[in-house]
């Protein structure tokens, strides 16, 4: 009779076992299935200061040809409704491009002219890096701005380029 009760609670011990397997199994499937990504919203208010960076660069290029011969242009910030905002100067390189002091001092103030904003997005700080790669001449430096999440866009101030955004 002994052997008997062990056969029993040892098929009971499986068995209860095997019901926690399952139902483990079955939460996991069910909350992979219906779980819904969020977005990530302090990369998508990244990327559109990074259209609004990219549109100025453009905007300050054309005003200084223009204007040329100038280092200084006045940047004029719009809102939506096409409304004036905010007014900027710009220092401009001798390529016509939006350029300050090669240092990250620098890239911070390229920003704060053409984003005309702190250096803020979505609440996270936006840190703005100066690099330089002095082997291969005078012009191979740029600005890096990047979140701590990891996403980052470099501008070329020698020729007004910027990258897309990286993840």
């Known amino acids: 009779m002994k052997t008997k009760n062990k056969e029993t609670s040892s098929m ?91 240092s990250d001092t620098g890239c911070e103030n390229i920003w704060k002219a053409l984003v005309a904003a702190p250096l803020r997005v979505d609440g996270f700080k936006v840190n703005a890096r100066y690099y330089a790669e002095l082997d291969d001449g005078d012009d191979n430096y740029w600005c890096r701005f990047s979140l701590s999440s990891g996403s980052y866009f470099d501008y070329f101030p020698a020729d007004g380029s910027v990258t897309s955004l990286t993840n």
Do not use: C
């Not at 990530?40 to 259209?51: E, I, R, V």
């Not at 040329?68 to 401009?92: A, F, K």
């Open 12 to 102: 009971a011990t499986i068995t209860k076992a095997l019901i926690a397997v399952i139902f483990a199994i079955t939460l996991g499937v069910t909350m992979s299935f219906l779980h819904t990504g969020e977005e990530d919203t302090t990369t998508k208010a990244f990327a559109a200061q990074l259209d609004k960076f990219k549109r100025h660069i453009v905007a300050s290029h054309w005003q200084w040809r223009v204007r040329q011969p100038t280092n200084m242009i006045m940047l004029i910030h719009y809102d939506e409704s096409g409304s004036e905002v905010n007014r900027t100067p710009v220092r401009m390189s001798h390529n016509g491009w939006p350029s300050y002091e090669l």
